[in-house]
């Protein structure tokens, strides 16, 4: 198969020569791969049909593509361009931090790390994202739509994941229902019908043994000890 770019045709440069003349191509390709060191940051999440953890690349692009496609079928007034920017930028932080586990008690604290890394790649010799700071500072603290609905559907993902493989993160990390409710009550305003949705798929999670159900376990506890007492008793 002969492709249309291989065929001998003579194309438009792509770039100005006196712009390209100052750009030195080792640094391009110097800060390429600081972007390809996300793939190597796993997270909890494990992919579907696979016994893998996923990482935080391809949870960057999976978001990207989501936000994309719902924005689009929900006719959400966005703008897309600044979207996909801050889905693909929004974990890019982890490069140098890691990811933190969403119910771990260091989460509250996981974005400075990742704002240091940030900035850390924004000073990057080969960068050409002059407003990269910007942008991620957009999607962690801003309230535009774009960032809103970026939070949604990055909630959305992992735990679409975990009902698809048998809830093995929750299992494998002891999650309740009250930490996931808790982790997707902020959807009820912005997203009625994706939350009810969400808290279907609780009570079905829930049913099947993958969340731990809190009430339940402290109930049997307190019936175990008062059975205990009466044999203490009767004895």
């Not at 978001?63 to 600044?82: G, P």
């Not at 933190?100 to 790649?121: K, V």
């Amino acid at each position: 198969m002969t492709l249309p770019y291989s065929n001998g045709v003579n194309h438009t440069p792509l770039t100005d020569p006196a712009t390209a003349a100052n750009i030195d191509i080792d640094d391009v390709t110097h800060f390429l791969l600081e972007l390809d060191a996300l793939k190597r940051v796993n997270r909890r999440s494990y992919v579907t049909k696979t016994n893998r953890l996923e990482n935080s690349a391809e949870h960057s692009w999976h978001l990207a593509m989501a936000c994309w496609s719902i924005a689009e079928q929900f006719e959400i007034d966005v703008n897309h361009e600044k979207l996909l920017k801050m889905a693909l930028i929004h974990d890019l932080g982890e490069v140098d931090a890691g990811d933190t586990f969403l119910f771990a008690n260091s989460r509250a604290d996981a974005h400075a790390g990742e704002r240091e890394g940030i900035a850390r790649l924004r000073a990057e010799r080969g960068n050409g994202i002059k407003n990269l700071s910007e942008i991620w500072e957009a999607q962690e603290t801003g309230r535009s739509k774009e960032a809103e609905l970026l939070r949604v559907i990055d909630r959305i993902l992992p735990f679409l994941l975990n009902l698809n493989t048998g809830g093995k993160t929750w299992s494998d990390h002891e999650v309740t229902r009250s930490q996931v409710t808790g982790v997707l009550r902020f959807i009820k305003d912005s997203f009625p019908s994706i939350h009810q949705w969400l808290l279907e798929q609780v009570e079905y999670a829930t049913e099947q043994g993958w969340l731990l159900d809190r009430y339940v376990v402290k109930s049997f506890f307190c019936l175990s000890a008062v059975y205990n007492l009466l044999i203490i008793f009767l004895h």
